[in-house]
């Protein structure tokens, strides 16, 4: 069936990296746009960065542009999110998600994982 | 960017009721919204897309209505599954965004 898995959460310090993998199955993961979406805790749910199926175009909430970066590997089936200068107001469940728009962007999200949790303190 | 703004922010009600959660878009966004349903510790789960298209595989007595800057989310008859935090989301216009959640409890 259709399966998305995250991975790569854990602790980290203020201002250190982390980076995030998403792997994608039972699906042509090359035919479709890919999301992150993360929700803090006790928090609602933030868009934050997508990547169209080639990887040429990416898209950043204002909140991690300049210091999360997105990018996929098709031939992996994997999704990445690079996460730089990491921040305590950073620490969510970060979620990825299908775009279901074969080669195309619809804009809602019909697949999504169970989460990874990343935790930023000292 | 574009704010939703969901409400009630939490209700509580019985199985059986018929619930109806409202989001509000700070302008137009046309049909460009989807309906989520989120269990915790589970991956949130479509719903609704363009407003009122239901989700293959979603029970029938979810659905979606609304255009331009208000929306409903209807629920006819409450079943325990049901029990859970509702979001609405706008892919209008980028950035998409969520509203803040409306979470339903058991009365």
């Known amino acids: 069936q259709v399966q998305l898995v995250e991975s790569g959460g854990g602790l980290v310090k203020p201002g250190g990296s982390l980076r995030l993998s998403c792997r994608g199955s039972?699906?042509?993961?090359?035919?479709?746009?890919m999301t992150w979406i993360r929700q803090a805790p006790g928090k609602g749910l933030e868009w934050i960065s997508n990547?169209?199926?080639?990887?040429?175009?990416?898209h950043y909430a204002d909140s991690v542009k300049g210091r999360f970066t997105i990018s996929r590997d098709n031939a992996k089936n994997s999704l990445f999110l690079q996460m730089d200068s990491l921040r305590v107001e950073d620490t969510a469940v970060y979620y990825c998600?299908?775009?279901?728009?074969?080669?195309?962007?619809?804009?809602?999200?019909?697949?999504w994982g169970q989460g990874t949790l990343v935790t930023v303190s000292s | 960017a574009i704010q939703l703004t969901q409400s009630p922010s939490s209700l509580s009600a019985s199985v059986g009721d018929r619930v109806t959660i409202t989001c509000r878009a700070s302008?137009?966004?046309?049909?460009?919204l989807a309906w989520y349903q989120h269990k915790p510790g589970k991956a949130p789960n479509l719903l609704i897309y363009?407003?009122?298209s239901l989700q293959s595989g979603v029970p029938s007595r979810f659905s979606g209505s609304g255009s331009g800057t208000d929306f409903t989310l209807t629920i006819s008859s409450l079943q325990p599954e049901d029990f859970a935090t509702y979001y609405c989301?706008?892919?209008?216009?980028?950035?998409?965004?969520f509203g803040q959640g409306t979470k339903l409890e058991i009365k």
């Open positions: 363009d407003a009122s």
């Open positions: 989301q706008q892919f209008n216009s980028d950035p998409y965004s």
């Open positions: 990547i169209v199926t080639t990887g040429s175009t990416v």
């Open positions: 039972g699906f042509r993961f090359s035919d479709f746009y």
């Open positions: 302008q137009g966004i046309s049909t460009a």
């Open positions: 998600a299908r775009d279901p728009g074969p080669y195309g962007e619809y804009g809602w999200f019909d697949t």
